[in-house]
């Protein structure tokens, strides 16, 4: 049975129907930016078409997303900051692609700002893999496997002080 755990490497294990897909993390901070945050491995064939979807809830209580469509290389990988998206929100080798290019869901109301009130406390943002190039209703569907991650604003010892 795999745990949820991460291990030594900072690796979460995930097994979800007959994927494995592996998530390598590390804490995202404003300054300095991590250049490659996650690589997933699906137990795919080379050549499968496949759609990376971000999701984050702001404090506001608004949905924002942001995907990218990859094709996994002959070892049946991708990993965001070595492989180009060729569609989404973004295009190219963008390794924070996931982030910079969200954008409310299609069903917000207009002139909504993506914005962080409260710095102390990261922003959870859900990382979805699907089958395919998908461009919408990522709710109605079922992720090969998801995951959870933190990016903070402060790094660790910097202190916020109120003036």
Known sequence: MM???????????????????????????????????HKM???YFSGNNMTLHSLFQSEDKDYWEAFGHYTSDNLGTV???EHASVGGT???TESMGLLWSMKPVP???????????????P????????SGHITEGF????P????????????????????
């Open 90 to 92: 973004y295009e190219g």
């Open 3 to 37: 745990s949820n755990e991460p291990n030594q490497n900072n690796h979460f294990p995930k097994r979800t129907r007959s994927y494995l897909v592996l998530f390598s993390l590390q804490r995202l901070f404003l300054a300095p930016v991590s250049p490659s945050y």
């Open 41 to 43: 491995e699906p137990n």
């Open 123 to 130: 922003m959870v943002i859900h990382i979805s893999v699907y």
């Open 139 to 142: 709710n109605k569907l079922s």
């Open 107 to 121: 069903v917000s109301p207009t002139g909504l700002r993506f914005r962080k009130m409260n710095v102390l406390t």
């Open 79 to 81: 990993t965001v900051s």
């Open 144 to 163: 090969l496997v998801n995951v959870a991650i933190e990016r903070w604003y402060l790094a660790r010892g910097v202190r916020h002080q109120r003036r």
